[in-house]
């Protein structure tokens, strides 16, 4: 084909691209407002009918949201969490091109309360690893992860570097998981909870609580914090398999 064949794009398209590549760069951040329709038509010497569809599909595309007599915003981004599935946190972040981090917050031996001693199947006054450490994607919070290990399944637990590994990694090396089990809620954290994860007050968090068993015995119970302004819950598509 020439180039004389080739044919330009609707102009409306040529804003939206325009629009999304302003989002794209960090010109206009999660949140934050674009242009006005006037302001638009002004800079890209368009008609308000283009920028307006322009917009509208945007808005339809989940890339910004608009409110009539406000303006049109950048949608903010979510992540989607697997809840069913175990996985390092780390690799996550790094699928999506981003950098992890890591602050361990506590990294200590305890003696548990009976009920949380029930519930790794140890003997009430047995020790028990305790670990708290927030993770860090490209620099913000993302996740609180609260941690109880049984000292039989990894009894070197307290001597790894967590800032250079994480506790699912290393535990799925020394005790991979043959069971495991979650409950997910969601809940408006205290104070604590929302400093660690540099939350507004009263935002919501997700938690997920997961309790894993390896080598015949309870390994592990986690509470997961996640900020509730970036993470939703999801699941992998995969073919359905229909009842009985």
């Not at 002004?42 to 339809?60: H, I, P």
């Amino acid at each position: 084909m020439s180039e004389a064949q080739i044919k330009p794009d609707p102009l409306y398209l040529q804003v939206k691209h325009h629009i999304e590549e302003q989002i794209k760069k960090g010109v206009w951040g999660a949140g934050g407002r674009v242009p006005s329709e006037n302001e638009l038509i002004e800079s890209l010497g368009v008609s308000k009918m283009t920028v307006n569809r322009a917009l509208r599909e945007l808005a339809e595309d989940g890339t910004l949201v608009r409110l009539v007599g406000v303006g049109s915003f950048v949608a903010e981004t979510k992540i989607d969490i697997h809840p069913l599935e175990v996985r390092n946190i780390a690799d996550e972040i790094a699928e999506r091109g981003h950098t992890h981090s890591a602050s361990v917050e506590r990294l200590a031996e305890e003696r548990p309360s009976a009920r949380l001693a029930s519930d790794l199947g140890l003997k009430q006054g047995s020790a028990v690893f305790h670990s708290t450490i927030i993770h860090l994607e490209n620099g913000e919070p993302v996740q609180l992860e609260d941690r109880y290990v049984n000292p039989e399944i990894a009894p070197d637990y307290l001597a790894q570097d967590f800032t250079a590994t994480t506790p699912a990694a290393y535990l799925m090396a020394v005790a991979p998981i043959q069971e495991v089990e979650h409950f997910v809620e969601a809940l408006i954290p205290g104070p604590q909870i929302t400093r660690m994860l540099n939350m507004a007050d009263n935002e919501p968090c997700l938690v997920i609580s997961r309790r894993t068993w390896a080598k015949g015995k309870t390994a592990s119970g986690a509470r997961l914090y996640y900020p509730g302004s970036t993470y939703r819950l999801g699941e992998p598509k995969h073919a359905y398999k229909q009842g009985i």
